[in-house]
């Protein structure tokens, strides 16, 4: 059951201060964060967690990032609903490069020009509003306008956000996978609605061992948004089932403070970093075969 902590903080700059204390601890297990501005201009961090946390062990880390002014918070389980849709309802659409993410009401907020991707706030995640899916997006519109990409993986796809992306810009196939296969339902019910669905195959699939993988490998371009632990886990799965002339990895869902870790992973399986770009605290990273 998923757990939440709803921290109120006075500045962005406190915010980031926790998130980032969450990101670089090695004791709670790789926790999701997310911050909000509120009208006031304060701010909120709701931190998301899948199993219990050592209370002390999370009450020491708020101290320290707060420098001693520990807000009032509870952990509490996240109620039974449909949290991601209630948490993004009424937002607003998303410019990432020349795409546009955006919901059914927001149709007429598309300019011509642009690249518009449909995504309502649903079961899984990818509307484009946080940092990571963005920094994405606009790496993807980069890389891709630059060159051809023959087979392509989107690993740990959400709502196919960025499978879609690929294929609606470039006209490209993908191969979209999540351990969740509410994501992958999702993702196929959101191919269709952008008009890709022949373009994507979405699987359900937990570890590289599953046969879709090796049926599509190697691969040209690896796209994981997933979490840095996870990706430090993948680096020798990932790079296997690289091409290994020219392959191209894009990660992200990681902090700014565990770029280092995340690089020397991929580092140690030939890859080498070519670009790191910064958005809302979030890191992405390109890397590519060395030569
Ligand atoms: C942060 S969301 C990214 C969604 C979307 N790609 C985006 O950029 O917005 C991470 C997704 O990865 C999935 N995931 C987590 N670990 C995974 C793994 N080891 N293999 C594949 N998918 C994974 C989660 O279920 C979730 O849907």
Request: aromatic content about 6%; hydrophobic content about 45%.
């Amino acid at each position: 059951m998923t757990l939440i902590a709803s921290l109120p903080v006075a500045t962005e700059e406190m915010a980031q201060a926790l998130v980032e204390a969450l990101g670089a601890s090695e004791e709670l297990d790789f926790p999701t964060a997310a911050t909000t501005e509120q009208a006031d201009k304060s701010w909120i961090v709701d931190i998301y967690f899948e199993d219990a946390p050592d209370e002390t062990v999370l009450a020491t880390l708020i101290a320290d990032a707060m420098k001693g002014s520990v807000p009032h918070y509870t952990v509490a389980p996240l109620p039974d609903e449909d949290w991601v849709a209630k948490s993004l309802e009424g937002l607003r659409p998303v410019r990432a490069g020349r795409f546009l993410v955006h919901g059914s009401h927001d149709r007429e907020k598309i300019r011509p020009g642009d690249i518009a991707i449909e995504i309502e706030a649903g079961e899984a995640f990818g509307t484009g509003h946080h940092g990571t899916t963005a920094g994405c997006l606009a790496e993807i519109d980069r890389i891709c306008t630059a060159r051809d990409f023959g087979s392509i993986l989107d690993l740990g796809t959400g709502t196919g956000v960025l499978a879609i992306a690929i294929a609606k810009a470039f006209g490209k196939r993908v191969l979209a996978t999540d351990i969740d296969a509410v994501a992958t339902r999702v993702t196929r019910e959101n191919a269709v609605l952008n008009g890709v669905g022949d373009l994507i195959e979405a699987e359900t699939a937990e570890g590289f061992g599953n046969p879709v993988f090796a049926a599509h490998a190697p691969f040209e371009l690896i796209i994981a948004n997933i979490l840095a632990g996870p990706l430090i886990a993948l680096a020798g799965d990932i790079a296997r089932h690289l091409d290994p002339a020219s392959g191209t990895v894009v990660l992200s869902g990681l902090l700014t403070a565990q770029g280092p870790s995340v690089t020397a992973a991929y580092e140690a399986e030939g890859l080498k970093l070519v670009r790191s770009g910064e958005m809302e605290g979030w890191l992405t990273l390109t890397l590519e075969r060395a030569r």
